[in-house]
């Protein structure tokens, strides 16, 4: 039997209309357009408005993107996994929500939860679903309203965070295109570092942990950035290695969009010239679960079919990791 690869077949995205620019920011943290600029590389983030509206609301909109545009019909899909640190409700599942409204009569689906490295802990989760030969077509989305746990009087967290979602479609492939090999790896420790310190089991909300805006996202920003360029460089350094690649015969770093320096770092680390970077930090600044498959998006149409991907993230837990891909699709 020839064997079953899982490759990205279609991509989509959503971001919020609202633009929040630094020159808004001026306005509510003490900070400034080129202090953000130079420390991170982002100029403006979408935020989510509205009554109502929730992870879900974006994830959908991905998805419907994505379906329109490769003609999938939604009942043929078999599993939805939404990767979010911020999912609509505790206990029920995103995930089973949006498989009901896109019309995915015949999937299951459920929530996955690794911070900024979600998307690509799903990456992996999708590929083994579709090499196991028993599922068909697998819809992974990324997508977080991180405007929902970010304390806008805190410029630590506030200029770096914005709402968005991208999908992406995995299937079979029989060509040996799709995933290729991936290294994934976490720490405990870095739970002291990158956390929202109440309404957990650890920590129950309650009206002291309000009034105490115990429920925001905290980051030890320096511990962070460090953690991030080291584990990032290494595990890429080790795909590359074992696979035989070099900077030569790899077409795209897909990084995760956390800071533009970070990317920056880990790009010299492994020797990728900026031109095969794909970024797109300044428009959406950290999407979180969300800024791998909007890369994706963004540079679709510069993609070609047996391109090399290399995809590194890091987030909250620690949870880091690296994948190499090669693009199943000219779009």
Known sequence: MTKITAAITAVGKYVPEYVLTNKELETMVDTNDEWITSRTGIK????????????????????EELL?????????IDLIIIGTATPDLPIASTAA????????????GYDLQAACSSFLYGMSTAASYIESGRYKKVLLIGADKMSSIIDYKDRATCIIFGDGAGAALFEP???????????????????DFLR??????????????????????????KTVFKYAVSNMADVAGKVLERNNLTEKNIQW??????????????AKR??????????????????????????????????????????????????????????????
């Open 270 to 331: 492994v020797g990728v010239p900026s031109e095969k970077v794909m970024m797109n930090i300044q428009k959406y600044g950290n999407t979180t679960s969300a800024t791998l498959p909007l890369l994706l998006a963004d540079y679709e149409s510069q993609l070609k079919k047996g391109d090399n991907l290399i995809f590194a993230a890091f987030g909250g837990g620690f949870t880091w990791g690296a994948a190499y891909v090669k693009w199943a699709y000219n779009s």
């Open 253 to 266: 770093l897909v990084a995760h969009q956390a800071n533009k320096r970070i990317i920056e770092a880990i």
């Open 196 to 221: 929202i310190e109440a309404g957990g089991s650890l920590m129950p909300t309650t009206q002291e942990t309000v009034a105490s805006d115990k429920h925001f996202v905290y980051q030890e920003g």
């Open 68 to 76: 329109q545009k490769s003609n999938v019909d939604p009942a043929e």
């Open 97 to 108: 929500y949006v498989a009901s409204e896109i019309g995915a009569v015949n999937a299951f």
């Open 44 to 63: 403006e983030r979408r935020i989510l408005k509205g009554e109502g509206l929730g992870t879900s609301y974006m994830a959908i909109k991905a998805a």
């Open 173 to 191: 492939n029989y060509e040996g295109l799709g995933l290729q090999d991936e290294y994934l790896r976490s720490d405990g420790i870095g739970r």
